[in-house]
């Protein structure tokens, strides 16, 4: 059964402190890893897709990173606006997302 | 290009009720995917809708159900309604192109209580 496993549950930072997001997966012949951020009451927002191990995209703040067991989510320079929580989700490509619980990340000004 | 709409947006009902929910995809996206988000189980898989049939299902009971239309448009079912059904119910919408899933764009939820 395909697991996704995200740490920490919950973040607390300053602003401009630097972090990273941690998810871990087990999953049998990954098709795609992708990130999600969710403010509260609102659906998610796709960030980023990740397909293979090495692989790294970024958006202004947030760089995502895949290996062949876990994917981070480095947060540089954070701002209050980052507050949200970010979920992290696994395909096999023929099967549905599998979602982790998320990281509810606060970043204090 | 407009995104993934839900109606309603906010629903009570009372338990045994059953409702209806409706979701629109972005043009062009013919997958389209439910899931039930709460605060202990995360978000939880319903099922797929590809045109116009059910290609996957999750562990939901009987209860929960859906369909899509020509237009891509779905919409999701939940009858005899419990407590424990309260929730954000989320569509998401896909190329899922050639059966595969890739990025899923969500709208904005319709967050159901039960009464």
């Known amino acids: 059964e395909d697991q996704v496993t995200q740490s920490p549950e919950a973040l607390r930072l300053q602003e401009g402190e630097s972090s990273s997001l941690n998810c871990s997966y087990t999953?049998?012949?990954?098709?795609?890893l992708f990130w999600y951020r969710q403010d509260p009451g609102k659906g998610p927002e796709f960030l980023f897709t990740l397909y293979s191990a090495g692989e790294e995209k970024e958006k202004e703040r947030l760089k995502a990173t895949l290996t062949k067991k876990e994917s981070f989510l480095h947060i540089t320079a954070p701002k209050p606006e980052d507050s949200a929580t970010y979920l992290c989700a696994v395909s096999r490509g023929n099967t549905p997302l599998v979602f982790g619980k998320g990281t509810r990340l606060s970043v204090i000004a | 290009k407009a995104g993934v709409t839900q109606t309603p947006r906010y629903l009570i009902k009372t338990r045994g009720q059953q409702v209806t929910l409706s979701c629109s995809p972005i043009s062009g996206h013919r997958s389209v995917s439910w899931y039930q988000q709460t605060p202990g189980q995360g978000l939880q898989f319903l099922f797929e809708?590809?045109?116009?049939?059910?290609?996957n299902k999750g562990n939901f009971p009987g209860r929960f159900s859906g369909r899509q239309f020509s237009n891509s448009r779905s919409e999701m079912n939940v009858s005899t309604l419990e407590l424990g059904d309260s929730a954000l119910y989320l569509c998401?919408?896909?190329?899922?192109?050639?059966?595969?899933?890739?990025?899923?764009?969500f709208g904005p939820g319709t967050r159901l209580t039960v009464l």
């Open positions: 998401a919408s896909s190329l899922r192109v050639a059966g595969v899933y890739n990025e899923q764009f």
């Open positions: 999953v049998s012949g990954l098709r795609g």
């Open positions: 809708y590809f045109s116009e049939t059910q290609r």
